[in-house]
Structure formats: C-alpha cells, structure tokens
C-alpha cells in the first residue's frame, strides 16, 4: 500500500478547500491514487457544524483587522484555530476493498 504525498506549503483556507474538492473528484474517478495533502494555512478559524458563532469572541472586524479569516464549514466540531508553523494533513482515501484492519460488515 502506498499514498501520495503533496506538500503544498502555505495555502489560503478557500484555496485548499479547492484542491481537496479536486483531488476528491480525481480520486473517486480512480485517475489518482490514495493522496495526503499536507500544508499550513494563514491564520484561520473555522467553525464546525457544532460551532456556534459567540464561541469567537472577537467580532468579524476584529478578526479581519488581526488578519485572521473565518470560513463555516460542514464538517464536524465547533471552532478550530490554523495558522503559520502548523501543519495540517488532509487525508483523500478510498475507504472501500481490502484494508489493514478493515473489519466485514455483517
């Protein structure tokens, strides 16, 4: 079993989510491999399906004048802090077939 790595350094929160969609697209029509994208982002929050806004105490304009980013996401969690010297995996795995560990459905 082998995976592909991309180091992609430092990528905008909207410009990673992009290549994941890409690299999704790319990997459910078997074009590519199982992939690993790892990278570090600007400073961003991003607020999980759980998340509630009032749990970033600051507003938008103070969040914009520290130069930090908010994107809602869909997936789970609540708030999550990325930033410079922080290194983010994201993993694009095809999840069906034989794998270490798989367990059979009954």
């Known amino acids: 079993m082998h995976i592909n790595l991309l180091n992609l350094g430092r990528v905008p929160y909207s410009e990673a989510l992009a290549i994941q969609q890409q690299v999704i697209a790319a990997r459910k029509q078997n074009l590519i ?30 969040l914009t004048q520290q130069g930090v980013e908010l994107h809602e996401i869909n997936r789970g969690g609540d708030v999550t802090y990325h930033g410079p010297g922080q290194l983010v995996g994201y993993s694009i795995i095809d999840l069906r077939g034989d794998l270490p560990g798989k367990k059979d459905r009954i």
């Open 33 to 62: 491999g199982d992939t690993l994208l790892m990278l570090e982002h600007p400073p961003v929050l991003t607020l999980g399906r759980n998340a509630h806004r009032s749990n970033v105490l600051l507003s938008a304009e103070q």
